[in-house]
C-alpha cells in the first residue's frame, strides 16, 4: 500500500503565484472582463428590486404604490437605472462569452473589438431605454 | 496479474476519468452556458415588459403581469435568472474566499438566497395570474 500522509492543512503550501491584477497593465478587454464579473455581483442583489416589485404588484395598491414611491425617488431611479445597465452590459458580455465558446472572436483585433462592442453597446441601449422611460412616465414634470 | 502492480484500490477508469472522489464535474458549467443562451431573448423581453407597466397603476400592472403570455415569459426569465446567478455567485465565492467554514457558511446563504427570491418572484407571478 502507498504511505497515506495527512496534509497539513493549517501550513500554507509553498507554491509560486501567479501575477495579480497589479502586474498587468489596463487594458479595455480586461476591464471588461471584470465589469462582467461587476455586473453579475450587483444584478445578484439588484434581483431583490425584481421580487420587490412583483411581490408588491400582486399584493396590492398600498404595497405598490410604496415600490412605485421608491422607483421614483432619487434613489430609486439611480438603482434602476443601474439594474438596467449592469442587466444589459452583462447580456452583451455574455454574448461575447458565448462567441468565445464557440472558439471565435480570439484573435487581437476581435477580441479588442468585443470589449468595444460590449461597453458601447450597454451604454446606448440603457441611454435609449432611459429616454423612452423617462417620455413614457409623462417627461418633464 | 503480479501483486506489485496492485497499489491501489481505484480502478482504472476511474483513474482515467480524472475526477477524484467527485460523481461529476461539468454540471454548472454547462447549466450557466444554457442559462445564458435562454437568458438572452427572455432579457430582452423582460426588459420590454417592465417598460410597457412604466407608470401604471397597480390593478393594469397586475392584470398585465398575470395574463398567461406575460406570466409565462416573466416566469422563464425568473427561473432561468435565479439559477444563473446562483452558480454565478457560487463561482464568485469561490474564488474569493479561502477560508473553508467562512465558504461553506456563503454557499448556504447563496443557495438559501436564491431559492427565496425566485420563489417570492415565481409565487408573485402565479398569484396574478390566478388571480387570488
Known amino acids: 500500500m502507498a504511505e497515506i500522509r495527512p496534509r497539513d492543512a493549517r501550513r500554507p503550501v509553498e507554491r509560486p503565484l501567479s501575477p495579480h491584477l497589479q502586474i498587468y497593465r489596463l487594458a479595455l478587454t480586461f476591464l471588461m472582463s471584470g465589469f462582467h464579473r461587476v455586473t453579475g455581483f450587483g444584478l445578484y442583489f439588484g434581483t431583490l428590486l425584481l421580487a420587490w416589485w412583483l411581490l408588491a404588484a400582486a399584493s396590492g395598491p398600498n404595497a405598490y404604490a410604496k415600490f412605485q414611491w421608491f422607483a421614483g425617488s ?24 458565448l462567441i468565445w465558446d464557440t472558439g471565435r472572436g480570439f484573435g487581437p483585433q476581435e477580441r479588442e473589438w468585443l470589449a468595444a462592442a460590449t461597453i458601447i453597446g450597454s451604454l446606448t441601449l440603457t441611454l435609449i431605454i432611459a429616454v423612452i422611460s423617462y417620455f413614457a412616465i409623462g417627461g418633464p414634470r | 496479474m503480479s501483486a506489485g502492480a496492485q497499489k491501489h484500490f481505484r480502478t482504472e477508469l476511474a483513474r482515467v476519468r480524472g ?81 473553508e467554514s467562512m465558504k461553506l457558511t456563503l454557499l448556504l446563504v447563496n443557495t438559501f438566497y436564491s431559492w427565496v427570491v425566485g420563489l417570492i418572484c415565481a409565487f408573485a407571478i402565479l398569484k396574478m395570474s390566478f388571480g387570488v
Not at chain 1, 74 to 96: D, E, K, P, S, V
Not at chain 2, 28 to 51: C, E, K, N, Y
Request: glycine share 10%; with cysteine; charged share 10%.
Open chain 1, 74 to 97: 432619487f434613489i430609486g431611479q439611480f438603482l434602476l437605472l443601474g439594474y438596467t445597465w449592469a442587466l444589459i452590459h452583462h447580456m452583451l458580455g455574455g454574448i461575447r462569452h
Open chain 2, 19 to 99: 475526477r477524484g472522489a467527485a460523481k461529476s464535474g461539468t454540471e454548472d458549467f454547462w447549466l450557466q452556458r444554457v442559462t445564458s443562451v435562454a437568458g438572452v431573448p427572455l432579457t430582452i423581453m423582460a426588459i420590454v415588459i417592465g417598460m410597457l407597466l412604466l407608470g401604471r397603476n397597480q390593478a393594469a400592472a397586475a392584470q398585465i403581469l398575470g395574463s398567461p403570455f406575460v406570466a409565462v415569459i416573466m416566469l422563464l426569465f425568473v427561473i432561468c435568472t435565479v439559477l444563473h446567478m446562483k452558480i454565478g455567485l457560487q463561482e464568485i465565492i469561490v474564488d474569493y474566499v479561502p477560508n
